[in-house]
């Protein structure tokens, strides 16, 4: 169980962690930015979700043909054939989620950026594809948005933004619910109740052009509960704003705010067995390197946030067991801040404490290299599953010579060493 991992951890010693699984890779070739022209040949953007049944499903970009990817992982045993998602090899596919139903054993969905221009002043429209057999076949992909406003990306400002802007979650009363953010700032939703079949029209819930939304986070509680968590651009004192959805993702609430820090970043969300809500997210303070602070919900508001990493980590990743276990995983960045390993913390008490930030074992960059994504640093490489088993998911380029998509799995059964 994922306890005896983190009584592991608890103690000093490091988990216990199972061979690496190599689930692609590629060669080192990125050109200048020609919009569906450039010549790219590199693998990248890895993403990770337990598999239903035991093991894990990771999906990932394959920059040369333009294309998501997804393998099944088997908890032992060789990882199964890759199985194109999108198919769409005149645009580039972006930054993949995936998300298993609770409800629906077999059905597997993922939601990416699709690089399509549609006459605006940014590339983007989200896409989305379904699996009724485990993720075997897959449906012809779905666009979410069919709009100009350069949606999947999270502005900062009008020179800096985020590829990689959404996230998707199935909740527990069987809607399918999806959120990205647009250049232009607006945060939309859309939301499916026949498993993904079709989706009802995208509406906006927040962001306009002098705030824009960025980095949205979803997370399933009970029932027919959704949360749904973002930030802004544009705004050095920027809050999380969290909302929460009583229908499963039709409607949603007035949002509450973090405290005022600095700028905070990049929220991740996780659910426990008593449906507490816990959130991570990075703080960017003047004259400091960012840090991954971490909070919870509370009657309300959220309780004081603390920090959880060293200083020099952002883009954090949050998710649990269903009980008590929490991880939280995060890029840790190097001089040029850009990442060179991912960094882990785990709590056992439902985070009333975490253990010393550590660097997973096998995730550092290689020489010559950095850690991807290359496009945009808004993912989600952290997968728990309810019998504890902990698998993170990263990628590297190496230009002009290789890339690679990795996964890590902590054995929930780790002896203290």
Do not use: C
Not at 40 to 60: C, I, M
Not at 268 to 289: E, N
């Amino acid at each position: 169980m994922l306890r005896t991992l983190f009584a592991a951890l608890a103690l000093g010693a490091a988990p216990g962690w199972q061979d690496t699984v190599e689930i692609a890779a590629g060669g080192g070739e990125k050109g200048p930015w020609r919009q569906n022209l450039s010549r790219y040949d590199y693998v990248d953007d890895a993403t990770v979700a337990p598999r239903p049944g035991g093991g894990q499903l990771v999906a990932w970009v394959e920059q040369g043909g333009r294309d998501v990817w997804l393998r099944a992982v088997p908890e032992s045993g060789r990882p199964g054939p890759p199985v194109n998602v999108s198919r769409s090899p005149a645009t580039f596919s972006w930054l993949p989620r995936i998300a298993a139903d609770p409800r629906r054993p077999g059905h597997v969905y993922l939601l990416w950026q699709e690089i399509i221009f549609s006459g605006g002043s940014h590339g983007g429209d989200i896409l989305f594809a379904r699996s009724r057999d485990g993720g075997k076949t897959f449906s012809a992909p779905l666009n979410l948005s069919r709009s100009r406003g350069g949606d999947g990306k999270g502005r900062l400002s009008r020179d800096v933004w985020s590829n990689g802007s959404l996230d998707l979650v199935a909740a527990n009363d069987g809607s399918l619910v999806a959120a990205w953010t647009e250049y232009e700032g607006a945060l939309w939703v859309a939301r499916s109740r026949d498993a993904g079949a079709s989706f009802w029209a995208a509406r906006v819930v927040a962001g306009d052009g002098r705030q824009p939304a960025r980095a949205p986070a979803l997370a399933a509680g009970a029932g027919a509960t959704v949360y749904l968590a973002w930030t802004v651009g544009e705004d050095a004192a920027a809050r999380i704003r969290v909302a929460r959805s009583t229908d499963g993702g039709a409607s949603f609430g007035a949002p509450l705010l973090t405290g005022a820090e600095g700028r905070a970043d990049a929220p991740s969300l996780a659910v426990d067995g008593a449906g507490r809500l816990h959130l991570a997210y990075a703080l960017h303070a003047p004259g400091r390197r960012p840090e991954v602070r971490y909070t919870s919900l509370r009657a309300g508001g959220f309780a004081p946030a603390r920090t959880v990493s060293a200083p020099g980590a952002a883009y954090p990743m949050l998710a649990g067991d269903g009980r008590d276990g929490l991880a939280l995983a995060w890029e840790n960045l190097g001089p040029s801040e850009r990442p060179v390993s991912l960094g882990l913390a785990v709590s056992r008490d439902a985070g009333r404490s975490f253990t010393e930030p550590a660097a997973v074992p096998g995730s550092d960059a290689p020489a010559g290299g950095s850690n991807g994504s290359q496009q945009g640093l808004l993912g989600r490489k952290l997968a728990v599953d309810r019998a504890g088993q902990m698998a993170l998911v990263n990628s590297s380029l190496v230009p002009g010579e290789r890339s690679r998509v990795w996964l890590m799995r902590g054995r929930p059964d780790a002896s203290v060493r």
